[in-house]
Structure formats: C-alpha cells, structure tokens
C-alpha cells in the first residue's frame, strides 16, 4: 500500500502482558514517529527514529516501552508488563526525511486496551 | 503542563458559514505551527502549517493566523463544509527539536448541513 500502515488495529491483552506493535512507514521515508493518543487527550510524543537510530527518547513513559527500527523500515514499538494505563492509540507516522518542513503522514493506529 | 493548548474541546458551525478554531502555546521556544485534521479511524493528516517568520498563511479555504505576542493562532475555515466536520490539532515544534512534535488536545468541529 502507499500509506503507513499498523498492526494490529486491536490489541486487547492483560494486565502485565507484553505487546508489540508493528509500524510499517511508506516506502523510502527516514523518519518514524510513534506518539500515543489517551482518552481525551492529545497527541503525545514518544519517540522519534532517523534511520535506525533513536537520536529522542525522551517521550517514552517509562523503561517498560521501548522501540526499535530496523533496516530502515520496520519498527516495533514494545510494552513490557502492560498497566492499565498503556491503554491508548498509539499512532505512527513517516516523513521523508526528519526535520522542520517535512510533513508526518500518520497511519491508522493501534488501540490498545489494558484490561 | 500542557504546552499546546485548545480551549474549545468543540464547535458546532453552520454549513457556508466561518469556522475559527483556537490555539494557544507556553512555549516561547515553539517557531513552527501546523493543524492536522482527524477524521474517527484514521491516522490525522497535515492540513497547513506557518512559521513564526510569517503571521499569515493561506491554502485555499483554510488560512492560519498567528500572533507571537499573545502566543496565539488560530485557523480559519471559510466557507465551511460538512466534510470539514472532524478533530482538528494544533501542534508546534521549536528549532532545537523540529521532530518533537507537540499537539494540542485537539477540538472536535462538526458542520452542520
């Protein structure tokens, strides 16, 4: 497909459970987003990849999340010990390359509900 | 601490008529602003942006409006349309990180045919 791409778009899981959700960004763009959208709330940053490597983690909650890129493409963004509190959609989105004019295209998102 | 704020969680206009969405900003860092606009199950896709250079910028019936002073913009929507109906953010990122994005909560506009 052209666009970015998540999966799964549901994930339901327990308390304590670690999930993995799959961004797939549009062919050929450097740059991945992950942000999360709770209840009610904004947008919020989690991390940002160049490439493979993560030059801001400073938007990811706690040492639970993490997130990886690899071969340029892929990411995975990883909860470890799920709260009820990671219940959210968590979005991702590309741009051809990081910086100020380079428009983010979103995919559709995960939700990810903690029971 | 909420650094992008949207005061108006929703706004109802009728069709033909101006939609105004407001955003405010803390951050005396933030240098550039763009809306994105949501539609239910679906990932929010750009709408228009302006830099703190400029106080004005238009694309077609959108324009977005930006006072530095008060830390204020706004965006304009003009004539209104029922397909515009959708959560609309504002979001801004400052020149020591331009891929630190950061949104505002988000209003909820619907227009009414």
């Known amino acids: 497909g052209a666009g970015v791409s998540q999966s799964p778009s549901n994930k339901v899981t327990e308390k304590g459970k670690d999930v993995e959700l799959r961004c797939d960004p549009i062919s050929g763009h450097t740059a991945l987003y992950w942000y999360r959208q709770s209840l009610g709330q904004g947008l919020e940053f989690l991390i940002y990849?160049?490439?493979?490597?993560?030059?801001?983690k400073s938007g990811l909650p706690s040492d639970r999340f993490s997130a990886e890129r690899t071969g340029g493409s892929v990411s995975t963004l990883t909860i470890q010990r799920t709260q009820q509190e990671d219940s959210a959609v968590y979005l991702c989105a590309s741009s051809l390359i990081a910086g100020k004019y380079n428009e983010q295209f979103f995919g559709p998102g995960t939700r990810l509900t903690v029971l | 601490d909420q650094q992008v704020k949207q005061n108006s969680p929703s706004l109802s206009v009728q069709e033909g008529r101006i939609s105004i969405l407001n955003c405010d900003y803390t951050n005396s860092m933030f240098d550039y602003f763009l809306w994105y606009k949501k539609y239910p199950a679906e990932g929010p896709t750009f709408l228009i942006s302006i830099s703190s250079i400029k106080d004005k910028n238009e694309d077609g019936r959108f324009t977005v409006f930006l006072n530095k002073s008060a830390k204020h913009l706004s965006l304009h929507i003009v004539p209104s349309q029922p397909g515009d109906s959708a959560v609309y953010f504002c979001a801004a990122s400052a020149k020591t990180s331009y891929d630190k994005v950061i949104f505002g909560p988000g209003t909820s506009l619907s227009v009414i045919p």
């Open positions: 990849f160049q490439g493979n490597s993560a030059p801001d």
